[in-house]
């Protein structure tokens, strides 16, 4: 029995040690699987807590963006030292920490001289954002921080705030968003500091802040700009004359792009360019360099002899606004006289409406500056004569050149000179050279063609006039020497992929003949004569004038306008005039419209080009291109239409009977324009006849009415065309478009339109698929 006891316990003691060997190994295995679970969740842990911060650190943060402001403050009760010029010095430091302190959140980059005293403070504000889709610059939200901080007391608001005892006027706060700022120096003479900009991000903003040494000013060449053309809507380079972008301080905005150089001068030792790109579906750039330049007397006195050429201050580039230049001239005996002969430039007397592109004074005369295409001669019948110029603009001017010399002021004019209206006389051979040496251009009034239209270089610059199968010159020399012939016969028509198809039937009938529909490209119209007259003119016919346009400003027929392409309009400036007139966004198209509210087809408008030489004192270069956001459909073909421009050296002749259409007033005085298009028949007018009517009347414009009268465009219609049918080829073409004149539909005084004939180089710049 005690043994059995006793195997029994052993048995028993057996049992648990395996049982505690099995426990402990069970102990270590649960330890080890433990500890790799552990440490995945350690390691996972830490994962998180570095992806935590990866993310906190580099994802968030670039999804975050700077916002800078740059701004300005007047402060009343300092004057303006030129320590405050140096950073380090005492007086620098004391205000911009007063400031810095103060605020906590402003940072003074510049002082700058008040001209009605007190001190300017240039500023910059950073603010750090998480990034947001359409984020804007909020420009009051952030001024109305400004000046809360500022403001010792909100309740009391006063138009002084308070920096420590800086007296700063409220009103003089001006601020800007930007999302990046660059400052350049230009700290050496005789060196050219690049400047070459590009997008790289979508909607952005950058100034480019250039800073010379100081009693110095800065030049700015730009070499080529690649931006989007709409009128600085989308992209815009921008150019100030002080670090701030305020608007009283531009001196010239560039909405176009360019690849020829033009160079500005600043009036100090600053100068701001912003460059704005919305998209970047396509290259943008700006290639330019800076200089630092020595200042010029900008009231310079220069002092001639009787032969020689003076010029605008720091020609070749644009001349900053307020100058004043003086010049004496002495001529060797008191029989000669001084000629002027300005480059692209004309004078005319001043009249009560002040100058907008310089003002002259000439021997105590006073007289207003144009630019034009061409050059002009002045004589000045003394043999002391005394000049002064004074920029008149508010924004930078093209560089002006005029040479001098003597003239004979007692000798008629001798054989083989002709004698101005003015009284001066110029050689023969300047006659109907296409440039004016008449003061008042009376040598280019009467011309039968400007010879100089179909020179050597005209034809080489201008292809589409050589060897086109059209005598574009009176004496055919654009047509000689042609190595190809024109295959079509006289009863044919030459498409211009070179087939021929027969004209009588085909040629502008409306449908398109030949494959590229050359036959139907421009001018073809249904022309039907109707009787029923309505104050000079009368109804017209559903498609009768498919290439009429009427132009809305904000929702209101405003111009007329024609159609010269699938995208392309012709309108007058005058219809562009000022800020609101000369945004594109203002305006919609109607086309293939008789009855207002019915159009065929609406676009928007993506550009307006104002003609650069466009002179709102007597509506000289008055034309205008207007390019659609959307093209017109093809589908629209037999409602809208192209009509022809005609070739540079078309001549309209007088007595030529046309036609001027329009939804304007029908009559001068107290009448809204007509709802349905109107159309009246006038008579081209002789220029001799016209100019002695009107006086001012330029090789730009002729005269198109009934001297009865009755017959006119009046207000409404300006913009719209004067067609023309041509008796060689039967097509419509635009000979002029409505301008001015003196009322509407009065006896002896016709209507003024713009020369189209004389534009078709501009046009075809801008529209290279006309002519
Ligand atoms: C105008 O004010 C206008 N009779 C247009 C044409 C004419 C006169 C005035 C010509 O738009």
Redesign the pocket.
């Known amino acids: 029995m005690v043994n059995a006891e006793e195997r029994l316990e052993r048995l028993a003691r057996r049992l648990n040690k395996s049982k505690s060997k099995r426990k402990a190994k069970g102990n270590s295995m649960w330890n080890f699987q433990n500890k790799i679970i552990l440490f995945t969740l350690v390691l996972f842990i830490i994962g998180v807590i570095a992806w935590t911060l990866l993310w906190l650190f580099i994802v968030q943060a670039e999804n975050k963006d700077a916002l800078y402001f740059v701004g300005l403050f007047r402060v009343s009760n300092i004057e303006f030292l030129p320590e405050y010029r140096q950073k380090e010095s005492r007086e620098f430091l004391s205000v911009t920490q007063n400031v810095n302190t103060t605020t906590g959140f402003i940072f003074v980059s510049a002082f700058s001289n008040n001209n009605n005293g007190g001190l300017l403070v240039h500023f910059w504000i950073v603010f750090v954002v998480p990034q947001a889709k359409g984020q804007v610059f909020c420009e009051d939200c952030v001024a109305a921080i400004l000046k809360d901080s500022i403001q010792t007391s909100i309740t009391n608001r006063t138009s002084v705030g308070s920096l420590q005892g800086l007296a700063v006027d409220m009103d003089s706060i001006v601020l800007s968003g930007t999302n990046c700022i660059y400052d350049l120096y230009a700290d050496q003479l005789h060196q050219q500091f690049p400047l070459d900009i590009s997008a790289t991000s979508e909607r952005m903003l950058c100034y480019f802040k250039l800073i010379a040494l100081l009693g110095h000013l800065i030049r700015l060449s730009i070499v080529s700009i690649q931006i989007e053309a709409d009128n600085c809507i989308t992209d815009s380079v921008i150019i100030y004359d002080s670090l701030m972008p305020i608007k009283s301080k531009i001196l010239y905005r560039i909405c176009e792009p360019t690849d020829s150089l033009i160079t500005f001068v600043s009036t100090n030792n600053l100068m701001l360019v912003t460059f704005k790109s919305t998209q970047i579906k396509k290259l943008k750039e700006v290639h330019g360099y800076f200089e630092v330049i020595p200042q010029e007397s900008i009231s310079a006195k220069g002092s001639a002899g009787f032969e020689g050429r003076i010029t605008s201050p720091y020609f070749p580039s644009f001349y900053p606004p307020k100058c004043i230049c003086t010049w004496n001239f002495q001529t060797p005996q008191k029989s000669l006289g001084i000629a002027l002969k300005f480059h692209n430039y004309t004078i005319s007397e001043k009249s009560i409406k002040g100058c907008e592109h310089g003002w002259w004074k000439i021997n105590e005369h006073m007289y207003c500056g144009y630019y034009i295409d061409h050059q002009t001669i002045f004589h000045v019948a003394s043999f002391a004569v005394n000049i002064e110029l004074r920029c008149s603009s508010k924004i930078s001017e093209k560089p002006l050149l005029v040479e001098y010399g003597s003239y004979n002021i007692s000798q008629p004019c001798p054989l083989g000179y002709f004698k101005c209206s003015t009284g001066l006389c110029i050689q023969q051979a300047q006659r109907c050279d296409g440039t004016n040496d008449c003061f008042d251009e009376s040598d280019e009034l009467f011309c039968a063609v400007s010879k100089q239209n179909c020179n050597a270089s005209l034809l080489i610059q201008h292809k589409s006039l050589t060897c086109n199968g059209i005598n574009d010159c009176e004496d055919g020399r654009d047509e000689k020497n042609c190595t190809q012939s024109v295959p079509c016969n006289n009863n044919t028509f030459k498409c211009s992929n070179s087939t021929c198809i027969r004209k009588q039937n085909a040629k502008c009938d409306g449908a398109v003949d030949c494959l590229d529909g050359s036959d139907e490209s421009c001018g073809s119209g249904k022309y039907s004569n109707t009787n029923h007259r309505i104050v000079g003119g009368s109804d017209t016919q559903e498609g009768e004038w498919p290439w009429q346009v009427s132009l809305h400003f904000v929702g209101v027929s405003y111009?007329g306008a024609s159609v010269i392409s699938k995208e392309w309009l012709l309108s007058a400036a005058?219809c562009f005039e000022g800020n609101r007139l000369s945004d594109p966004r203002s305006w919609t198209a109607h086309l293939g419209m008789r009855v207002q509210g019915n159009a065929k087809f609406v676009s928007t408008v993506r550009r307006i080009v104002v003609h650069e030489y466009y002179n709102s004192r007597n509506y000289d270069y008055d034309i205008a291109l207007l390019q659609l956001s959307t093209p017109w459909p093809d589908t629209l073909r037999r409602v809208i239409h192209p009509i022809c421009v005609p070739p540079l050296v078309h001549k309209a002749r007088s007595g030529e009977k046309c036609w001027v259409t329009g939804w304007?007033q029908k009559q001068e005085t107290g009448d809204d324009g007509s709802i349905i298009l109107q159309k009246a028949e006038v008579e081209i007018v002789d220029q001799t006849l016209c100019h002695s009517t009107y006086g001012l009347i330029t090789t730009r414009m002729l005269c198109a009415?009934v001297m009865s009268g009755k017959r006119?465009?009046?207000?409404?219609?300006?913009g719209g065309p004067l067609s023309c049918r041509s008796k060689g080829n039967g097509k419509w073409f635009l000979a002029g478009i409505?301008?001015?004149?003196?009322?509407?539909?009065?006896p002896n005084?016709?209507?003024?339109y713009t020369r189209v004939s004389n534009f078709a180089l501009w046009i075809h710049k801008y529209v290279p698929s006309v002519l």
């Open positions: 111009c005058h304007g009415g006119d465009g009046c207000k409404g219609d300006s409505v301008s001015w004149g003196y009322g509407c539909g009065r005084f016709p209507g003024v």
